[in-house]
């Protein structure tokens, strides 16, 4: 009777890893820079991909016929290469030019065609001055 249950219990254990191994592969992505995508992308041919950077303009925003949001992203710190992104959606009220992002999405024929994307809020709160339309210069 104690083999037959230790048997099973280690079956069980081995099937349960096997399936939440399995089930985290299909979701779970590495964060790339742009810098890294496009390194390793031509070298083993990423397709689905997550990419944190900065939003570097022009910035173009189509709303006729469909919503388009045309940009780039850079590798946070600066610099080039510079990664065109394509988004089919609605823009992020937060999104601007030196923005921080998160895409996730596929790299198709040298551009991110983005499934989702996410804004960074300012690590600062600046308040807006009555009036005056921007933040307070907090000098």
Do not use: N, W
């Not at 742009?34 to 991909?49: F, T």
């Not at 022009?58 to 469909?66: K, L, V």
């Not at 991110?112 to 994307?117: D, E, F, G, H, R």
């Amino acid at each position: 009777m104690g083999r037959i249950f230790v048997s099973l219990v280690v079956f069980f254990i081995v099937v349960g890893s096997v399936l939440v191994y399995q089930a985290t592969q299909g979701t779970s992505s590495l964060v790339l820079l742009p810098s890294e995508l496009i390194s390793k992308a031509h070298a083993s041919g990423i397709s689905r991909i997550r990419v944190g950077g900065k939003v570097v303009g022009p910035i173009d925003y189509q709303t006729e016929p469909s919503f388009v949001l045309r940009f780039r992203v850079s590798d946070p710190a600066g610099g080039e290469p510079a990664v065109p992104v394509e988004y089919h959606g609605l823009k992020p009220d937060m999104f601007q030019a030196g923005r921080d992002v998160l895409i996730d999405g596929d790299f198709e024929s040298g551009t991110i065609q983005a499934a989702k994307l996410q804004t960074q809020c300012p690590s600062k709160y600046e308040p807006v001055v009555p009036g005056a339309g921007h933040p307070v210069d907090a000098k």
